[in-house]
């Protein structure tokens, strides 16, 4: 009765610590003192321990991958008139990242055989206005990333892979998020790997890299 009584009234179903029950006394209390702090050497083992799990770059981690988009589309300087070739399927936070930015999304189709990003769609949307392409994976499946890199590299517009729901795949051997400029990971509490709330930005491009990691010293909060 009691315990039923503790379910009504608990108003945090997502504690991610009081409802892992395998988790010991002893390990709960260690998991709130790290969620209390931020031991920045921590983070940055935690942030080469996942650039080895995709290939040879490095990763930059952030509070919600929203936050890691904002700081790429910072980077392009992405404006008023820019356009933004996302997978028509795609997150409202990827679509409200790029408004911040003051940049204009456009939708290309949905791939009915990956669920992810279609080449043929994406190369029908490219203007000259075209400053970055999203190239989605969708449900753990590799979108038709090569063609699209292709396209890319053709018109020399700046891709990013968004990896979020296919941390692992491979496209020949070779793992997603090592065939565009960077990547976009989420690790959310809907993720494979759950840390409750972040983002990652993993790229082979160190220019980038240093960039992104001086901005993240100098990062705001925002809405």
């Known amino acids: 009765m009691l315990y039923k009584l503790k379910k009504l009234i608990y108003f945090n179903p997502y504690d991610f610590c009081g409802n892992h029950k395998y988790l010991k006394k002893k390990h709960i209390n260690k998991l709130r003192k790290l969620i209390k702090i931020e031991d920045k050497e921590l983070v940055k083992i935690y942030e080469k321990k996942f650039s080895k799990l995709i290939g040879k770059g490095e990763a930059v981690t952030y509070a919600s991958g929203r936050m890691g988009l904002f700081e790429i589309l910072n980077y392009l300087n992405i404006s008023k008139n820019d356009e933004v070739i996302v997978n028509a399927g795609t997150c409202s936070v990827v679509i409200n990242a790029i408004l911040k930015v003051g940049g204009k999304p456009v939708f290309s189709d949905v791939d009915i055989k990956t669920y992810g990003s279609s080449a043929k769609s994406i190369s029908q949307k490219i203007n000259i206005n075209t400053k970055l392409i999203i190239a989605q994976h969708s449900f753990g499946i590799p979108c038709e990333i090569q063609k699209i890199k ?74």
């Open 150 to 223: 292709k396209i890319s590299n053709q018109k020399k517009i700046f891709l990013l892979e968004d990896c979020a729901l296919s941390l692992g795949s491979k496209v020949n051997k070779k793992i997603l998020g090592n065939f565009g400029e960077a990547a976009l990971f989420s690790t959310d509490h809907t993720k494979p790997i759950n840390t409750f709330s972040g983002g990652i930005i993993y790229s082979n491009n160190k220019k980038l890299i240093k960039h992104l990691q001086k901005q993240k010293e100098e990062i705001k909060n925002f809405s």
